[in-house]
C-alpha cells in the first residue's frame, strides 16, 4: 500500500503524558499536513510543512504541541503534558505541490483518549 | 471571522433520488473548493476540486457547482446508492498557495435502499 501511513492508529494515554504520533506520507509528496478532528466536526488545520520547513502553524497549536519533518520525509507530531481536551482524532495529509491543484491524500489518522 | 456552513442535520434520501449538499461560506474568498467524503473512523478521501472562475464539475454521478456570490457550493449525487453513505466535506483553500483546506463541519448521507 502506497498511501499515507500513520502510527499508531490508537493511542490511550493518562493526563500528563507526552505522546508522539508518526505520519509516514506517499513518497513522492513535498507537502505533509496535521489537522485534527473530534467528533461532528471537520478536520482543523494545525501545521503545514514543505519539504522540511515547517511554514505555517495554527494558533491551535500551543507551544505543548511540536512538530518535525526532517529530511522531508516522514512527520512526527508530539503533545507534552496532555490534557484531556487533547482527545480527538490526528489526521495526516500529504500532498505535491504545483500537481493536481493540491488534493490531498489522508491517512487513517490516531485516534488519541487522554484519560 | 471566516465560517463555513453545511447542514448539520443528517441527510436521509431513497436510492436512485439526488442528494445535494449545500455549503457556505462567509468572510472568505478561496480560491479552490474541494469535496471529500469521510467513511467512520477513516481520513477523509479526495473527490473533487472547483475553481473560483468555473461555475460546475461532474465526475461520474458526482457535480459541483462554485456561486462565488453567493458564496455557496451545491453538491449532488445523481443515481444515488446505499454505498454512497457517508459524511461529506466541504474544504476552502485560500490564493496563498499553501494548500491549508479550511473544512466544514460535514454533512452525513444516509441513502436507505
Known amino acids: 500500500d502506497t498511501g499515507v501511513s500513520q502510527n499508531p492508529r490508537h493511542k490511550i494515554t493518562k493526563r500528563g503524558q507526552n505522546v508522539t504520533f508518526r505520519c509516514d506520507p506517499i513518497?513522492?509528496?513535498?507537502?505533509l499536513y496535521w489537522y485534527r478532528q473530534t467528533l461532528g466536526q471537520g478536520p482543523e488545520f494545525l501545521t503545514y510543512?514543505?519539504?522540511?520547513?515547517?511554514?505555517?502553524k495554527s494558533r491551535l497549536l500551543s507551544d505543548r504541541f511540536s512538530a518535525e519533518r526532517p529530511k522531508g520525509s516522514f512527520s512526527t507530531l508530539e503533545i507534552q503534558r496532555t490534557e484531556q481536551g487533547d482527545s480527538a482524532m490526528y489526521l495526516c495529509?500529504?500532498?505535491?505541490?504545483?500537481?493536481?491543484?493540491?488534493?490531498?491524500?489522508f491517512g487513517p489518522g490516531t485516534r488519541l483518549t487522554v484519560l | 471571522s471566516q465560517k463555513i456552513e453545511q447542514n448539520s442535520e443528517a441527510l436521509n434520501i431513497q436510492e436512485g433520488k439526488t442528494a445535494t449538499l449545500t455549503c457556505n461560506y462567509t468572510?472568505?474568498?478561496?480560491?479552490?473548493l474541494q469535496w471529500y467524503r469521510q467513511d467512520p473512523g477513516r481520513g477523509p478521501v479526495f473527490l473533487l476540486l472547483?475553481?473560483?472562475?468555473?461555475k460546475e464539475k461532474r465526475k461520474e454521478r458526482l457535480k459541483v457547482t462554485f456561486d462565488t456570490t453567493l458564496k455557496q457550493s451545491l453538491f449532488h449525487i445523481t443515481a444515488s446508492q446505499p454505498a454512497d453513505s457517508a459524511t461529506y466535506l466541504c474544504?476552502?483553500?485560500?490564493?496563498?498557495?499553501?494548500?491549508?483546506?479550511?473544512f466544514g463541519q460535514g454533512t452525513t448521507l444516509q441513502v436507505k435502499p
Open positions: 495529509a500529504s500532498s505535491i505541490s504545483g500537481g493536481a491543484r493540491d488534493e490531498q491524500f
Open positions: 513518497s513522492e509528496h513535498n507537502r
Open positions: 510543512f514543505q519539504n522540511e520547513a515547517q511554514l505555517e
Open positions: 468572510n472568505y474568498s478561496p480560491a479552490y
Open positions: 472547483i475553481r473560483e472562475n468555473e
Open positions: 474544504a476552502l483553500e485560500g490564493s496563498s498557495n499553501t494548500g491549508k483546506l479550511i
